[in-house]
């Protein structure tokens, strides 16, 4: 499958400028792109690298200038790109309509119209399932749960009982919503397990990513925000309120009753302690350990987390202590040999004394002779 330049330009409606019959047979980012395909470029940075990249044109936001290689200006270049690759590579559907027979659905659950329930799924006694939602082979909804319209729930991904998830979520494989939160009992020395009423709400627009987990609140509701996006293998324990529009990377670690603001980001591996809060629009580095509530609008790093500009000065400061130390040994080296300097005149003095008593005792022998 191939197509020319102009006939994507159009397709996008961007603004060309080079020859418009170059033929394009797909595209690529710049590291991988090969000669005959279209790669892409929305930052200087990335501009920089298409000196060495063999691509045949590229696609740019309007104004950056590309040289001699060909390119396609548009407003928003990462959509752009999407369309154009979704031509050469088109999304496959699965074949599956409606309510396969070999699904197991309760006789009390209702199903809205358009809903596709794979093989294998398993919907529970008075759960709700809203228009057009999709739960894929495996998945299992356990009773009195809920899923809003539009809603897409991959392979394998479980919903413990009482799981409210809004529209337009997605949910994806072997994420598991609803289990029970890690708290016990051990007054009587063994560790009984906690209460465990409550439940999940997830509100519309909600990304979940594979394997993430997120338990039941003790009594009442963990909620996650409405527009929060939630990447792979992400914890969030029991009764914490994620905020709107959050961003949790990778393997973040949310523990019990925390709660966020709008637009809180979180990088990869970042673990955030007990009964904390994080406030609006705050930023989160890599690996930062929370050990108490942050404000809003700041950015925290490290271990323990603290502000970004405050991090930044101990890390300089860490990459000179080798240079440090040897500065250390000579000043204590030096130190000691004040000292010693400073000791000799001491020394010198007494001696000095000693001479004159011996002298003076010499002068008595020989007045009394």
Not at 31 to 49: E, F, H, P, V, Y
Not at 97 to 125: E, N
Not at 241 to 268: K, P
Request: hydrophobic share 40%.
């Amino acid at each position: 499958m191939s197509f020319t330049l102009g006939e994507l330009s159009r397709l996008v409606q961007g603004q060309l400028h080079g020859d418009p019959s170059i033929v394009i047979c797909g595209t690529a980012i710049i590291r991988d792109a090969q000669a005959g395909q279209l790669t892409l470029a929305d930052s200087d940075k990335a501009l920089a690298k298409l000196a060495t990249c063999g691509a045949a044109a590229v696609m740019t936001r309007v104004g950056m200038d590309t040289g001699s290689l060909p390119r396609i200006e548009v407003e928003d270049v990462s959509s752009c790109f999407a369309r154009v690759t979704e031509v050469f590579r088109p999304r496959q559907q699965e074949g599956q309509r409606g309510v396969s027979t070999q699904a197991f659905v309760d006789p009390t659950a209702v199903i809205g119209s358009g809903a596709t329930i794979f093989p294998g799924a398993y919907v529970g006694a008075g759960v709700v399932i809203g228009d057009g939602v999709t739960l894929h082979p495996g998945v299992c909804v356990m009773a009195g749960s809920s899923i809003g319209d539009h809603t897409t729930i991959f392979a394998n991904a479980v919903l413990y009982e009482g799981t409210d998830v809004g529209r337009h979520v997605i949910i994806h494989a072997s994420a598991v919503l609803g289990a029970y939160g890690f708290g016990y009992n051990s007054s009587t020395g063994r560790h009984l397990l906690s209460e465990q009423s409550g439940y999940v709400k997830v509100e519309d627009h909600v990304e979940i990513g594979a394997g993430a987990t997120i338990d039941r609140g003790t009594y009442g509701a963990t909620v996650i925000g409405e527009g929060t996006k939630i990447d792979n293998q992400v914890m969030v324990a029991h009764n914490c309120h994620i905020g709107r529009h959050n961003l949790l990377c990778s393997q973040v670690g949310i523990a019990g009753s925390c709660t966020t603001g709008d637009y809180v980001v979180m990088a990869g591996q970042v673990g955030i302690g007990d009964h904390l809060n994080i406030g609006h629009k705050t930023i989160l580095g890599a690996k930062a350990g929370v050990m108490s509530d942050v404000p809003s609008d700041v950015i925290y790093v490290g271990i323990p987390a603290t502000p970004h500009r405050e991090q930044m000065q101990k890390q300089a400061a860490w990459s000179k202590l080798p240079e440090m130390r040897k500065e250390f040994k000579t000043l204590k080296l030096e130190v000691e040999r004040l000292k010693s300097l400073l000791s000799a005149p001491s020394q010198t003095q007494t001696q000095s004394s000693s001479s004159e008593d011996d002298s003076c005792g010499d002068n008595a022998v020989s007045d009394a002779a």
